[in-house]
């Protein structure tokens, strides 16, 4: 994969990157408040400190940028040119601790639904996908 980003766009991006209330989390939340459901914003006390969690539902959904949880996707396969080591092992400790934070909140029963930033192009198929799993 080509490293498409001058230097200052990518130190700008992997500065932003870890924010919470990110723009593709930010229009997760609004589809789904208009769809009716509420809910609880990074909640501290269950693993990973989920996104959005719907707890009468006992439902959680996570909104993951594609670089920093290594999705399978081009935006995910970005190798940054400097710096290389430094973000992929950072990178992989993300995706193990993802893993760690999915078997404990699936082994208490939660539904966990993740949305990738890359999904939230694509209106209509992300809404279909929330309607599923908030009415499964
Ligand atoms: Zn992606």
């Given at each position: 994969?080509v490293?498409?980003?001058?230097?200052?766009?990518?130190?700008?991006?992997?500065?932003?990157?870890?924010?919470?209330?990110?723009?593709?989390?930010?229009f997760?939340?609004?589809?789904?408040?208009?769809?009716?459901?509420?809910?609880?914003l990074?909640?501290?006390?269950?693993?990973?400190?989920?996104?959005?969690?719907?707890?009468?539902?006992?439902?959680?959904?996570?909104?993951?940028?594609?670089?920093?949880?290594?999705?399978?996707?081009?935006?995910?396969?970005?190798?940054?040119?400097?710096?290389?080591?430094?973000?992929?092992?950072?990178?992989?400790?993300?995706?193990?601790?993802?893993?760690?934070?999915?078997?404990?909140?699936?082994?208490?029963?939660?539904?966990?639904?993740?949305?990738?930033?890359?999904?939230?192009?694509?209106?209509?198929?992300?809404?279909?996908?929330?309607?599923?799993?908030?009415?499964?």
């Open positions: 994969m490293d498409f980003l001058t230097k200052e766009q990518r130190s700008f991006n992997m500065s932003h990157i870890r924010n919470k209330n990110t723009r593709p989390e930010i997760v939340r609004s589809i789904v408040h208009r769809m009716g459901y509420r809910y609880t990074h909640r501290k006390d269950l693993p990973g400190n989920p996104d959005m969690v719907l707890a009468r539902h006992h439902k959680i959904i996570f909104v993951h940028g594609c670089f920093w949880h290594m999705h399978k996707c081009r935006y995910g396969k970005v190798k940054p040119a400097t710096n290389a080591k430094f973000w992929q092992t950072k990178r992989e400790g993300n995706v193990d601790r993802d893993k760690r934070n999915l078997r404990k909140l699936r082994k208490n029963r939660w539904k966990v639904l993740i949305v990738w930033e890359c999904q939230t192009r694509h209106i209509e198929k992300l809404t279909e996908n929330l309607h599923k799993f908030l009415t499964s």
